[in-house]
C-alpha cells in the first residue's frame, strides 16, 4: 500500500484517465477526491469504497477560482490533508484549422486546459507550503503528446495550451522542490478513452497505431501506472520531469 492513508485530489476523476488514475491510487491505499464537470461519478465513488477507501466527489468548474479553491478545502475537509494533486482535467473542445479559430474558442482551450491548472496548483500549494512535515506534498500535472507535435489536424489552440502546462510543470518544480513539493508530469499520446471516441476518426486512430512502436492504443491504466510511480517514493528524487506515455509514438 504505497499511498496508504494518503489524501488525493484528481480533476477530471470521473471518467477516463482520471478515472484510471484515481482507482489505481485507491487501489494503493490512498482516500479520493475526484471533480467532474457533466461525467457521471458514481461509479468511481463506488468502486473507491468498495476498496474500504473514503471517497468525495464534487462538481465543479474549474475555470473559476472559487471552484478551484472549494475543491482543495473540501478535500481537506472531508480527509483531514492534501498530500497529492493530479491536474488532469481538460479537454480539446473542437477541432478547428488557425484561420478558423475564433477567439473565444481559443480563451476557452486556455481557460479550461491551463487557467484550470494553475488555480488548482495555487490552491493546493497554498496548503501543502503550510504543511509544517519535510515532504509536504505531490503535484502531478498532465500535458499531451501534443505539447511536442503540435497535435493532430485542428488542435493547434489545444497543444499550445498542453505545452505550456509542459513549461508550467518545470518552473514550478523549482520554486517548490526547496520546500519539499514534487511537482511533475504526464504526456499521454493515444489512449483509449472518450476524448478519442469523440474526437478522433476511426481511421485516424488505426493510421496513428501503425506508427507506434508498441502498435496499440494505450489505456487510462497505462498513464494511471506512471502516475502512480510519479505519487509514491519510488520516484522520490524526481521533479520537474514530464513521463511521455505513448507507446514510443513521441520518437518519430
Known amino acids: 500500500m504505497k499511498l496508504s492513508g494518503k489524501s488525493v485530489l484528481i480533476t477530471?476523476?470521473?471518467?477516463?484517465?482520471g478515472q484510471g488514475i484515481a482507482l489505481a491510487f485507491a487501489a494503493e491505499g490512498a482516500n479520493i477526491a475526484i471533480t467532474y464537470a457533466s461525467s457521471d461519478p458514481t461509479e468511481t465513488v463506488d468502486k473507491i469504497k468498495a476498496m474500504g477507501r473514503k471517497a468525495l466527489a464534487m462538481k465543479a468548474d474549474l475555470r473559476l477560482e472559487k471552484d478551484c479553491e472549494g475543491a482543495v478545502k473540501e478535500t481537506i475537509s472531508a480527509f483531514g490533508d492534501l498530500d497529492v494533486l493530479v491536474a488532469n482535467s481538460g479537454g480539446l473542445l473542437k477541432r478547428?484549422?488557425?484561420v478558423e479559430t475564433s477567439l473565444e474558442l481559443w480563451n476557452e482551450a486556455l481557460a479550461l486546459n491551463l487557467t484550470s491548472t494553475?488555480?488548482?496548483?495555487?490552491?493546493?500549494?497554498?496548503?501543502m507550503e503550510a504543511k509544517k512535515t519535510s515532504k509536504k506534498g505531490n503535484i502531478i500535472l498532465m500535458s499531451s503528446l501534443a505539447a511536442h507535435d503540435g497535435g493532430g489536424f485542428g488542435a493547434s489552440h489545444y497543444a499550445a495550451t498542453k505545452g505550456a502546462v509542459l513549461t508550467y510543470t518545470r518552473a514550478i518544480a523549482k520554486e517548490v522542490g526547496p520546500l519539499g513539493i514534487r511537482v511533475n508530469g504526464l504526456a499521454p499520446g493515444l489512449i483509449a478513452t472518450r476524448f478519442h471516441d469523440t474526437f478522433t476518426p476511426a481511421e485516424g486512430r488505426k493510421a496513428t497505431v501503425e506508427r507506434t512502436p508498441l502498435r496499440r492504443e494505450g489505456t487510462p491504466n497505462d498513464v494511471a501506472t506512471a502516475a502512480l510511480f510519479l505519487a509514491t517514493d519510488d520516484s522520490s528524487f524526481l521533479t520537474g520531469e514530464t513521463i511521455e506515455v505513448n507507446g514510443g509514438l513521441g520518437l518519430y
Do not use: D, N, P, T
Open 12 to 17: 477530471g476523476g470521473a471518467s477516463g484517465i
Open 96 to 98: 478547428s484549422r488557425v
Open 118 to 127: 494553475f488555480l488548482c496548483c495555487r490552491a493546493a500549494l497554498r496548503h
